[in-house]
């Protein structure tokens, strides 16, 4: 049985990168990417497809995405890889990439699923020209690719609103419910294009505009709203580390009440106050099986002011494998992975247990 499986989102290259002050080389993130990819992890947040001017650092997004969709497997197992999107625009820039190099005819021996009859919206079907050039850089791989047989690493979409109008606003420059209407056609696109969506709600157990009182009942209604709208998960997200073992428990149970299943959710810690792993072992016996983390407890968003980084996923794989839970993450190679990027990065690997396992 699956029960004892946790599955672990590494958000590190998307949530761990994007609050880096100095520009981080592309090279830098795509090795993040690969390397990660060799712990046993199955499930990665390359990038992000927003807007440059608000978060300079993911800009070469598009180039992460070519990537993973060009290279050899860096796996021995199917890998996910998941990119952030705030509005249509960040979709038609992640289409404009992925109906390139996704197609059959440029590298994969298996068709995508074909879109379903409810399409809704208009597509953009700008680059699905048949006779579009393959890029420069998936040349070689691609046809090693196509010939050697190699699985098509599946790709996911995330999509993000909050529990509050101030952190909406600052994020994103929209209300809460301009920010679910934006969604609506980012989902009906995805799903017309086979594309799963997950959707964060950020800011549900504490805001650093409006304090830490986040009401529950809001977070249970803005996830009832996304999965109705075709969310497959909804990530739960403590922006600014200001839950506690008792707020997590009492939004677990609110979430509950609203007939929202363990299975479609998530959790998101941020490890600002030094909770975020009894936040998550709560959640663990609510019986939530999904968490977000970051290597080295990289990360943070731009537009929380005085959050710090994700829990560290070290820290949390680590935790979980002491539960006899298992999570298929090899706790060495992925503290070598911390201890690496912190270098690359000049910041210190803050994991505890990246750096004990290393020590020992
Ligand atoms: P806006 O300024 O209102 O947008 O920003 P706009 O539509 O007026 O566009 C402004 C300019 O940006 C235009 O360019 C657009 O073309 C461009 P100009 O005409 O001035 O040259 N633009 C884009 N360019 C590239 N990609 C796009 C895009 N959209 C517009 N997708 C907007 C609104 C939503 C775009 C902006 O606020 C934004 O990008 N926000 C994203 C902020 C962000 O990335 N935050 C961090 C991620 S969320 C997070 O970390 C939380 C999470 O980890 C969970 C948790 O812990 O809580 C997920
Ligand atoms: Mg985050």
């Not at 990119?83 to 994969?108: C, H, M, V």
């Not at 679910?180 to 594309?195: E, F, V």
Request: with cysteine.
């Amino acid at each position: 049985s699956r029960s004892d499986f946790v599955r672990i989102v590494e958000v590190g290259p998307r949530d761990g990168l994007q609050n880096e002050k100095q520009t981080i080389p592309l090279a830098t993130k795509i090795e993040l990417v690969d390397r990660l990819a060799q712990t046993g992890l199955e499930t990665i947040e390359a990038a992000s497809f927003v807007s440059p001017k608000w978060v300079p650092q993911m800009a070469s997004s598009s180039e992460v995405l070519e990537h993973v969709l060009n290279s050899l497997p860096t796996a021995p197992h199917p890998m996910t890889y998941q990119f952030l999107l705030p509005n249509e625009k960040g979709l038609d820039n992640f289409l404009n990439i992925w109906q390139r190099d996704s197609s059959p005819q440029t590298a994969y021996p298996t068709p995508p699923p074909s879109p379903s009859p409810d399409s809704g919206p208009a597509l953009n079907t700008s680059s699905q020209d048949p006779n579009a050039m393959p890029s420069a850089s998936s040349g070689a791989d691609a046809m090693h690719k196509a010939n050697s047989n190699t699985p098509t690493p599946k790709i996911e979409l995330s999509i993000f609103t909050a529990a509050t109008e101030t952190f909406t606003r600052k994020n994103t420059n929209c209300t809460i419910s301009e920010s679910l209407s934006r969604s609506s056609p980012i989902m009906s696109r995805a799903r017309a294009l086979d594309l799963p969506v997950r959707a964060y709600i950020s800011v549900a157990l504490g805001c650093p505009y409006e304090g830490p009182n986040v009401d529950p009942h809001r977070v249970a209604e803005l996830a009832v709203s996304l999965l109705e709208m075709g969310a497959d998960e909804i990530s739960v997200a403590d922006t600014t580390g200001m839950g506690t073992a008792r707020s997590t428990a009492e939004l677990l149970k609110v979430l509950t009440a609203a007939g929202i299943e363990n299975a479609d959710l998530a959790l998101h810690f941020h490890d600002t106050y030094g909770q975020a792993l009894v936040n998550a072992v709560v959640a663990l016996e609510h019986g939530i099986r999904t968490f977000d983390s970051a290597v080295a407890g990289l990360g943070g968003c731009p537009f929380s002011p005085g959050a710090t980084g994700n829990v560290a996923t070290e820290d949390m794989v680590h935790c979980f494998h002491s539960l006899g839970a298992r999570t298929g993450v090899d706790m060495e190679r992925l503290a070598q992975v911390g201890e690496w990027i912190s270098e690359e990065l000049g910041r210190a690997n803050e994991s505890r247990a990246g750096k004990a396992t290393l020590a020992q």
